[in-house]
């Protein structure tokens, strides 16, 4: 059973940076395509960013140029690096892996992917 644990979440003020990291109790599992989604009170959980096998890494419009996905697999741990964030960042931040290999031919992570953390939590003052 994969086990993902986030970690990193907490209180900035807007334009501050965060980052978050997610760690992956199954080594394999880091060479299959991870990413990040977020959801906040009363929304729907979205897509973030996300990040094959190969280290193609994918993007929201709404975050690109200000957030940085990575992985480490020598540590099982997936990042993502939050700068110039804003109120409409604020929400639970979830790390999410898929070992589907028709995924890569989506390109990005989706919301129904088998293996998902319980989530960090972001939260940005104005």
């Known amino acids: 059973q994969v086990q993902l644990v986030e970690s990193g979440g907490g209180s900035v003020q807007a334009g501050g940076s965060l980052s978050l990291s997610c760690t992956a109790s199954?080594?394999?599992?880091?060479?299959?395509?991870m990413g990040w989604f977020r959801q906040a009170p009363g929304k729907e959980r979205e897509r973030v960013a996300s990040?094959?096998?190969?280290?193609?890494?994918s993007y929201a419009d709404s975050v690109k140029g200000r957030f940085t996905i990575s992985k480490d697999n020598d540590k099982n741990t997936l990042y993502l690096k939050m700068n110039s964030l804003q109120p409409e960042g604020a929400a639970m931040y979830y790390c999410?892996?898929?070992?589907?290999?028709?995924?890569?031919?989506?390109?990005?992570?989706?919301?129904?992917?088998?293996?998902w953390g319980q989530g960090t939590q972001v939260t940005v003052s104005s």
């Open positions: 199954e080594y394999s599992y880091t060479q299959h395509f």
């Open positions: 999410g892996a898929d070992p589907r290999s028709w995924i890569r031919g989506v390109g990005c992570l989706k919301v129904d992917a088998p293996y």
């Open positions: 990040i094959d096998s190969d280290g193609t890494t």
